[in-house]
């Protein structure tokens, strides 16, 4: 008996373990990146905003880390910024008068020149509350069927 709930348990704590992804205790950059990824898999056509917001780690501002190769001694990570989580959030109007409310993640990186551009970010697409697409490609096809502008700053 003894055993199968040492079993039981070693299970559950491996499956959590599988299944959530934390950050460490001096986060870098490319930490987001891999922990927005991962929690975007997690994210269904029809959750709300309030389960999207839970998945994604909640809305936070996370202080991140350098490594400093210049720096004296063992500990060579300093302070180098912070990040929003979500990144930014936009309101549109499209043509029939819908508004559409978009959380960006960041999650990509296309040049190291130490700031986020927004082609760097995903989209999170929302009517009434509700996801109804994610990710560069839905986003670009909503905004032609809505007519609104994409701004990629």
Known sequence: M????????IQLFLFNNLNSQTLPKKPKLEDFRSLNQTNLMKV????SKNQVIDVMGGVKVYQYYEYDWYKPGFN????SGTLSNPYS???KVGKDSTVSEILWYYTDI??????IRKDELTPII???GVVIGLGW???EDYAKRKEFTINVQ
């Open 2 to 9: 003894k055993n199968i709930f040492l079993i039981i348990l």
């Open 44 to 47: 269904n056509i029809g959750d």
């Open 76 to 79: 060579k990570y300093t302070k």
């Open 89 to 91: 959030r936009d309101l």
């Open 110 to 115: 296309k040049s190291k020149d130490g700031s």
């Open 126 to 128: 929302f009517e009434k």
């Open 137 to 139: 490609g839905f986003y």
